[in-house]
């Protein structure tokens, strides 16, 4: 099943909290997992990305955990700030094929 | 030295009539896609090209018909417009395989 499931749909968080966004997956092929972020009237651009023999990855106050026996992984904003805003996907791919597979999308907006 | 760039960023058009979206990346990149993005922010995978070759096309009507005249510039041309087509398309490329997207910043097609 080439579907990646994500969920909240949107999030609400204060300035300074943890925004948390988390994903499924069901095709264990998947071996890339980038999340990427998009704001309004803009196009998405990478944020970061894990693969699956790594369980966590941080670049500044964005960390990818990642469950491979569970086919979940996550993204942890630290202190969300509320230029975070955005839209963020996480999808998947494989090296075999030449697309990604996006999640839904989670709408996130931080209180000031 | 925009990475990748649409042309038009707004495109108003009536039912039944014909339009084009131009797509060019100065990346190198050897792949390039158009996907469509839904009022609910769904990205959707249409095409993909691969040096100029087809190589996904995704359930997509045949109104819609991609043209490649070379790596650097993946083309979409839309004919028979229908409201349903309303939406935001992005243009993507990617190095040989699918890990890494750059998108471009979009053209909201609005069919009235």
């Known amino acids: 099943q080439q579907q990646v499931k994500q969920s909240p749909q949107s999030l609400i968080v204060q300035k300074g909290g943890i925004s948390i966004i988390n994903c499924a997956y069901e095709n264990t092929a998947f071996d890339y997992f980038p999340w990427y972020q998009q704001f309004p009237g803009k196009g998405p651009a990478l944020l970061i990305a894990?693969?699956?023999?790594?369980s966590e990855k941080k670049e500044g106050r964005f960390t990818i955990s990642f469950n491979k026996s569970a086919k979940q992984f996550s993204l942890h904003i630290m202190d969300s700030q509320p230029g975070d805003s955005a839209t963020y996907f996480c999808?998947?791919?494989?090296?075999?094929?030449?697309?990604?597979?996006f999640g839904k999308g989670t709408r996130l907006h931080i209180l000031p | 030295d925009t990475a990748v760039s649409q042309t038009p960023k707004y495109l108003v058009t009536q039912m039944g009539n014909d339009k084009s979206i131009k797509c060019e990346q100065n990346?190198?990149?050897?792949?390039m896609y158009w996907y469509k993005q839904d009022s609910k922010k769904f990205l959707k995978i249409m095409f993909s090209?691969?040096?100029?070759?087809?190589?996904i096309n995704e359930t997509v009507p045949n109104r819609f018909s991609p043209k490649s005249p070379d790596k650097a510039h993946l083309n979409l041309h839309i004919n028979s417009l229908e409201l349903g087509d309303s939406a935001v398309y992005f243009c993507?490329?990617?190095?040989?395989?699918?890990?890494?997207?750059?998108f471009g910043p979009g053209t909201r097609l609005t069919v009235t």
């Open positions: 894990i693969r699956p023999d790594v």
């Open positions: 993507a490329s990617s190095q040989q395989v699918a890990y890494e997207q750059y």
């Open positions: 990346l190198g990149h050897d792949t």
């Open positions: 999808a998947a791919s494989m090296r075999r094929d030449d697309k990604i597979i």
């Open positions: 090209y691969n040096n100029k070759e087809l190589i």
